[in-house]
């Protein structure tokens, strides 16, 4: 791992341990700095502030992981993963969507929804006997992406108390089907 790396994760651990007692809003970038002993410097040589250094996290943590499941077949255990995610980290979520960063959590949210759905897209796409434009799949992805991201942003704002299987059964209720028929219909 190279040493830029070592100075993220450890910047990503303090304001994670920062963001368990306060609002993010609340959090400079000396505290994060301090809590890790390095310069704030050092801070700004990886990141501008701590709504990016946010971002990063929320990128790093779960994106490697899911991967793999950007496809018609398991589409759904990667929902799985991202909301294991944030129920795993519940107090740095909740923080997150009740301050300024939310834009970051939703940001994160939809680029990584909108993600898996392009490849779901490919998937139903293959087995069609047209093309489907990239614009179109673009448009698709993103819209359903959006319909999810608010689904995790109600659960997280309702404490997180509904399960989580009964939350990707719903969205997989609701997208059954449906996708095939607004690309057949484009």
């Known amino acids: 791992?190279?040493?830029?790396?070592?100075?993220?994760?450890?910047?990503?651990?303090?304001?994670?341990?920062?963001?368990?007692?306060?609002?993010?809003?609340?959090i400079s970038v000396k505290m994060v700095a301090d809590t890790c002993s390095v310069t704030r410097?050092?801070?700004?040589?990886?990141f501008h502030d701590v709504y990016e250094l946010l971002g990063w996290i929320f990128e790093n943590e779960v994106i490697e992981e899911l991967?793999?499941?950007?496809?018609?077949?398991?589409?759904?255990?990667g929902l799985l993963i991202v909301l294991n995610y944030t129920q795993e980290n519940r107090t740095i979520c909740v923080n997150t969507c009740k301050s300024l960063g939310r834009e970051h959590l939703e940001m994160f949210l939809c680029k990584t929804f909108t993600t898996?759905?392009?490849?779901?897209?490919?998937?139903?796409?293959?087995?069609?006997?047209?093309?489907v434009e990239d614009?179109?799949?673009?448009?698709?992805?993103?819209?359903?992406?959006y319909a999810i991201t608010g689904e995790f942003l109600k659960w997280i704002n309702n404490g997180m108390k509904e399960d989580k299987v009964a939350?990707?059964?719903?969205?997989?209720?609701?997208?059954?089907?449906?996708?095939?028929?607004?690309?057949?219909s484009i």
């Open 167 to 184: 939350i990707a059964d719903r969205i997989e209720k609701m997208l059954d089907g449906t996708i095939l028929r607004i690309i057949k």
């Open 41 to 46: 410097h050092t801070f700004y040589n990886h």
């Open 135 to 145: 614009g179109k799949k673009t448009e698709v992805s993103e819209f359903f992406s």
């Open 1 to 26: 791992m190279s040493s830029s790396l070592i100075t993220k994760n450890a910047l990503a651990q303090a304001l994670k341990s920062l963001m368990l007692h306060q609002p993010i809003n609340k």
């Open 116 to 131: 898996v759905l392009t490849g779901v897209i490919e998937d139903i796409s293959r087995d069609l006997k047209f093309t």
């Open 67 to 77: 991967d793999e499941h950007c496809s018609l077949s398991n589409w759904k255990e």
